[in-house]
């Protein structure tokens, strides 16, 4: 160790003057001074134990004594025997141990007593260290292993630089996992060159530093796939378990809680019932020709089929982000990870920028290779959607009664009705952006400012129509112009150019109804408010008029 043993009790003594004295503890040294690692920067880990049964608090105390930064960690017996005990327990499936339970118990372990040396000793014998190495050894392996085929599935989805950072993972992760089968299993990598110098090995050491050399430059794919397969050697050397090169045994699988809905051309892609993706047309088309369940080279394959050039960055999109999965055949799902790093799992990136956020046919993207994530909870997506296609709707049914009213003269009628195709419009502009609980209808033009600058025109347009009076035919005319208008200038912001004229014809009525059952499957399965109780019975019958439904059962 760099600091004698007079040196760590006078440490200790000045540590423990700054703390209660109301339990006797047991101490010992942890981490890589303990180890033999360390350096004048080295903080001075000290681990209290006591016989109490509270659990004592996790967090360290952080102390400054002498120049240095002292750490006092407090366990009781209790806690420590927890912490062994789940370990031996867990160590059957190491893919699920938890890391920092690994890292404690090593550091418990491997510990120097410094007090009441037979508690320390008593409670380190609940887990023999050949056991603890085995744990250890068989922890890195699988992790080693994750990694290593990871940077197979990278290398055939064509990310040739990535896959030589996880080949790079699985390297360290292969020989920390052979230098742990012989006692060196301390997890911090920094000190790898010290655990290999002390395994006394040159011929590992030596062949390990080679490959971390080899490391290609960014851009060389051949390279990369040499240096995996070097990598893939030295891990069969080092006996690190079945991990040939052969990327046949990847399958690509569906993910639990992924579901997938389309809206015209658009598909959108639900994660775990909380966060949307919407595909772009070449991400989209990507999407549709995934078939589940095969072997990752046959999926290229199938995917390349449909004429879409170079589909494996987007496959390797959806697979950071969790919207399907790698197996590898006999070894469960691909999970890579990296030692004292964040958690594995799903990467969730930045939400969309793109403006306005949704129209009735899908959510915007950023351009075809999109893989965008909606900027809105899941359940407030499908409620903005619905009082989008609903909004418009109402739209069309207002210039309808308005025009009915105009013709038979009925001027306060006709003002009310085109107030409502107004405040509809308006709806519709808000769910756009995803606005959604909505203002109150008489607060909509007022919350327009809630939007970007550019539909400040509209907030112009609106107000003078809410203000408009009707006393003349000529006057009609004018308003019912200006609300045609003024809706068109409105779908033309929040996308809705293309809304089918509902009530004009049995056709136009059938293409709004599919429009809105489109949208009110994925609200239904999201359990979103509906924008009205009616669109229960249009989920009913599948989108069709409920009473044609019936008489078609009947026939």
């Known amino acids: 160790m760099i600091l004698t043993e007079d040196q760590l009790q006078g440490l200790l003594d000045r540590s423990l003057a700054e703390l209660p004295r109301a339990t006797e503890w047991a101490v010992a040294l942890e981490g890589s001074i303990a180890e033999g690692f360390g350096n004048p920067s080295s903080d001075i880990d000290f681990l209290l134990i006591g016989r109490s049964e509270d659990d004592l608090p996790t967090m360290p105390s952080l102390l400054f004594v002498d120049g240095r930064r002292v750490e006092i960690r407090t366990r009781s017996v209790r806690q420590l025997t927890d912490q062994l005990r789940t370990l031996e327990d867990g160590a059957k499936r190491p893919g699920r141990l938890s890391e920092d339970l690994l890292n404690r118990c090593q550091r418990l372990l491997h510990s120097h007593p410094l007090r009441g040396h037979a508690l320390v000793g008593e409670v380190k014998a609940m887990l023999p260290v050949e056991r603890f190495r085995r744990i250890a050894a068989d922890w890195w392996a699988h992790r080693a292993r994750q990694s290593l085929r990871y940077a197979m599935a990278l290398l055939c989805l064509g990310e040739a630089d990535e896959a030589v950072d996880w080949s790079r993972a699985g390297l360290v992760q292969t020989v920390k996992s052979w230098a742990a089968g012989l006692g060196e299993t301390y997890l911090e990598p920094k000190w790898l060159s010290l655990q290999l110098d002390r395994a006394d090995r040159p011929e590992v050491r030596d062949r390990?530093?080679?490959?971390?050399?080899?490391?290609?430059?960014?851009?060389?794919?051949?390279?990369?796939?040499?240096?995996?397969?070097?990598?893939?050697?030295?891990?069969?050397?080092?006996?690190?378990?079945?991990?040939?090169?052969?990327?046949?045994?990847?399958?690509?699988?569906?993910?639990?809680?992924?579901?997938?809905w389309q809206t015209g051309e658009r598909i959108h892609v639900i994660r775990g019932r909380r966060e949307v993706f919407a595909l772009g047309d070449r991400a989209g088309a990507v999407w549709r020709s995934l078939v589940l369940g095969r072997p990752l080279p046959q999926v290229l394959a199938a995917t390349a089929d449909t004429g879409i050039v170079d589909p494996g960055p987007r496959l390797a999109a959806f697979l950071r982000y969790g919207l399907i999965r790698l197996v590898w055949k006999g070894g469960g799902t691909v999970t890579p990870s990296l030692?004292?790093?964040?958690?594995?799992?799903?990467?969730?990136?930045?939400?969309?920028?793109?403006?306005?956020?949704?129209?009735?046919?899908?959510?915007?993207?950023?351009?075809?290779?999109?893989?965008?994530?909606?900027?809105?909870?899941?359940?407030?997506?499908?409620?903005?959607?619905?009082?989008?296609?609903?909004?418009?709707?109402?739209?069309?049914?207002?210039?309808?009664?308005?025009?009915?009213?105009?013709?038979?003269?009925?001027?306060?009628?006709?003002?009310?009705?085109?107030?409502?195709?107004?405040?509809?419009?308006?709806?519709?502009?808000?769910?756009?952006?995803?606005?959604?609980?909505?203002?109150?209808?008489?607060?909509?033009?007022?919350?327009?400012?809630?939007?970007?600058?550019?539909?400040?025109?509209?907030?112009?347009?609106?107000?003078?129509?809410?203000?408009?009076?009707?006393?003349?035919?000529?006057?009609?005319?004018?308003?019912?112009?200006?609300?045609?208008?003024?809706?068109?200038?409105?779908?033309?912001?929040?996308?809705?150019?293309?809304?089918?004229?509902?009530?004009?014809?049995?056709?136009?009525?059938?293409?709004?109804?599919?429009?809105?059952?489109?949208?009110?499957?994925?609200?239904?399965?999201?359990?979103?408010?509906?924008?009205?109780?009616?669109?229960?019975?249009?989920?009913?019958?599948?989108g069709a008029q409920p009473h044609q439904t019936a008489r078609r059962a009947a026939a």
């Not at 050399?213 to 960014?218: R, V």
């Not at 390279?223 to 990327?247: D, I, M, N, Q």
């Not at 004229?501 to 809105?516: C, H, I, K, M, N």
């Open 208 to 260: 390990y530093w080679e490959l971390e050399a080899a490391a290609p430059a960014p851009g060389d794919a051949d390279a990369a796939r040499g240096h995996l397969a070097a990598c893939l050697a030295f891990a069969e050397e080092l006996r690190l378990g079945e991990v040939p090169w052969r990327p046949e045994r990847l399958t690509v699988e569906r993910v639990a809680g992924v579901t997938t």
């Open 339 to 542: 030692p004292l790093a964040a958690p594995p799992g799903p990467v969730t990136p930045p939400p969309s920028t793109v403006q306005p956020l949704l129209s009735v046919r899908g959510a915007a993207v950023s351009g075809p290779d999109a893989i965008d994530l909606v900027p809105l909870p899941a359940d407030r997506f499908s409620a903005a959607t619905m009082a989008l296609v609903w909004s418009n709707v109402v739209v069309e049914n207002a210039v309808e009664d308005l025009t009915g009213a105009l013709q038979r003269g009925q001027w306060r009628v006709a003002e009310l009705t085109a107030r409502r195709a107004v405040h509809a419009a308006l709806r519709g502009l808000f769910s756009a952006y995803g606005v959604n609980p909505l203002p109150a209808d008489s607060d909509l033009v007022r919350r327009i400012d809630l939007l970007p600058p550019a539909t400040r025109v509209i907030r112009a347009r609106a107000e003078a129509l809410l203000r408009r009076t009707v006393d003349s035919a000529e006057h009609g005319d004018g308003l019912l112009t200006e609300v045609r208008a003024c809706a068109a200038l409105v779908r033309d912001a929040a996308g809705a150019d293309a809304f089918p004229a509902s009530f004009d014809s049995a056709d136009t009525w059938r293409a709004t109804l599919q429009l809105g059952y489109d949208w009110l499957r994925i609200g239904a399965y999201l359990d979103a408010e509906l924008p009205i109780e009616e669109a229960r019975d249009l989920l009913a019958s599948n």
